[in-house]
């Protein structure tokens, strides 16, 4: 079946670095945009990042602008997101997805997500 | 920065119908998402392009669009859901800025 699994989530001091890993199943990787979301504890959705089907076009939302970078590896059906100089306010639950067909934005499959927590 | 704007909380008795708004600028140029989030899960897809509904999502969830706002209708609620709403939309201004609303508690009573 379709699926979505995360992992690389884990404790990081504030200015520390994590790389978060996403790896597809179920569907042909590569047709599809794929998206970073994140939900801070207690709050709600926020958009990270967006990827298009070939890592040509790349979108970040201002509040990662500059220190995540997403990827992605078709032939290994994953995708990633490499976070530099972490903070505080980056510390949430991060999940991957899958956007609709024949669109930029709407994601119709997300994984369960990893937790990323950044605190000294 | 684009903002999408819905109530926080709508309580509704089981069988009535529930209606979540979302405003929103842009919202007449650039379609509208809505997921459900139950406690500890990840987001579900009920609503793509304003009023479209994915396989597998129940007859009773419908979405509509007028205007700056659009509406995510839940005709006969049932228990199950009880749950946090989420509408999604992106700005107009030409830059890809993918926003959500701030989310909506509904309450089945």
């Known amino acids: 079946q379709v699926q979505l699994v995360e992992s690389g989530g884990g404790l990081v001091k504030p200015g520390g670095s994590l790389r978060l890993s996403c790896a597809a199943s179920?569907?042909?990787?590569?047709?599809?945009?794929m998206s970073w979301i994140r939900q801070a504890p207690g709050k709600g959705l926020e958009w990270v990042s967006y990827i298009s089907s070939s890592g040509s076009t790349i979108y970040y939302a201002d509040s990662v602008k500059g220190r995540f970078t997403i990827s992605r590896d078709n032939a290994k059906n994953s995708l990633y997101l490499q976070m530099n100089s972490l903070r505080a306010e980056d510390t949430a639950v991060y999940y991957c997805?899958?956007?609709?067909?024949?669109?930029?934005?709407?994601?119709?499959?997300w994984g369960q997500g990893t937790t990323v927590t950044v605190s000294s | 920065s684009y903002e999408l704007t819905q109530p926080p909380s709508v309580s509704v008795s089981p069988g009535q119908t529930a209606r979540i708004t979302c405003s929103g600028d842009a919202l007449p140029k650039q379609y509208a998402y809505w997921y459900q989030q139950k406690p500890g899960q990840a987001p579900v897809l009920v609503i793509y392009k304003d009023s479209e509904r994915p396989s597998g999502i129940p007859e009773r969830f419908s979405g509509s669009s007028s205007g700056t706002t659009v509406t995510l209708t839940i005709s006969g609620v049932q228990a199950e859901d009880e749950a946090d709403y989420y509408c999604?939309?992106?700005?107009?201004?030409?830059?890809?800025?993918?926003?959500f609303g701030g989310g909506t508690k509904l309450t089945v009573l």
């Open positions: 179920g569907f042909t990787f590569s047709d599809y945009y």
């Open positions: 997805a899958r956007v609709v067909v024949a669109a930029t934005y709407g994601m119709d499959v």
């Open positions: 999604q939309s992106a700005d107009s201004s030409g830059t890809y800025q993918v926003v």
